[in-house]
């Protein structure tokens, strides 16, 4: 019964359905030019929902393997590009047990995910079927970082507002240390923290 919905997820329900457009449609939107290699980047980890996690297993019977795990995340709010890719983790979950361990971890995100290689008719594998794949570390925020990650994500997936709260649910971030792109044919590109951050995802281009 919609009588039975907290207000603050009704609205936070109506941000996320405006936001699925603008996730979902992102052939719409005017990609970077591929050689403004931070901004692809800055652009595809804002219209990226989830990510895959890898990070070195800490469970039998892969030890000290890499183990890869599917995350929610959100930079920010669409139209509010952080940059930086926000998670909402609890320790009971077997990947976050391995970051208690190690907080080193890889991170990737592609336009895959959105509409656009699909009607653009690339193959995710393509290059044309820009990616990114981060290196960094986990780290739990606090204050009024957690409180932005918590804008981020829960404007982006508010289901979470309703997951269960004996599981100590914290907010944390993914500390980007080296960004990898690929978006064109030739290779891999790298771009530093502070090109990336630098970079302004939402000007317009010609």
């Known amino acids: 019964m919609i009588s039975s919905v907290r207000p603050a ?3 936070l329900l109506g941000l996320s359905l405006a936001s699925v457009g603008s996730s979902s449609s992102a052939c719409r939107v005017q990609i970077p030019p591929h050689d403004q ?6 652009f595809i980890a804002h219209q990226c929902n989830w ?7 800490t469970h039998k019977p892969v030890v000290g393997q890499p183990f890869s795990n599917v995350f929610s995340v959100s930079d920010g709010p669409h139209g509010t590009s952080s940059g930086v890719p926000y998670m909402y983790l609890t320790r009971m979950e077997v990947s976050v047990q391995d970051l208690q361990v190690d907080p080193q971890a890889s991170l990737s995100m592609s336009l895959a995910q959105t509409d656009y290689c ?7 594998q393509s290059p044309l079927c820009a990616r990114i794949i981060l290196s960094g570390s986990v780290l739990q925020v606090n204050g009024t970082e957690a409180d932005f990650a918590k804008k981020a994500l829960f404007s982006r997936h ?9 599981h100590n649910w914290f907010f ?7 960004v990898w792109v690929l978006d064109y044919f030739g290779g891999v ?10 970079a302004p995802p939402h000007r317009k281009h010609h």
């Open 37 to 42: 290699v931070a901004r692809v980047a800055r």
């Open 189 to 198: 590109k790298t771009v530093t923290p502070d090109e990336y951050f630098q």
């Open 172 to 178: 944390a971030k993914f500390n980007i240390t080296q």
């Open 158 to 166: 508010p289901e979470m507002i309703d997951w269960p709260t004996d």
């Open 118 to 124: 699909r009607l653009q008719g690339f193959d995710p």
């Open 9 to 11: 997820r009704l609205l």
């Open 51 to 57: 990510a895959s996690m890898a990070t070195i297993s």
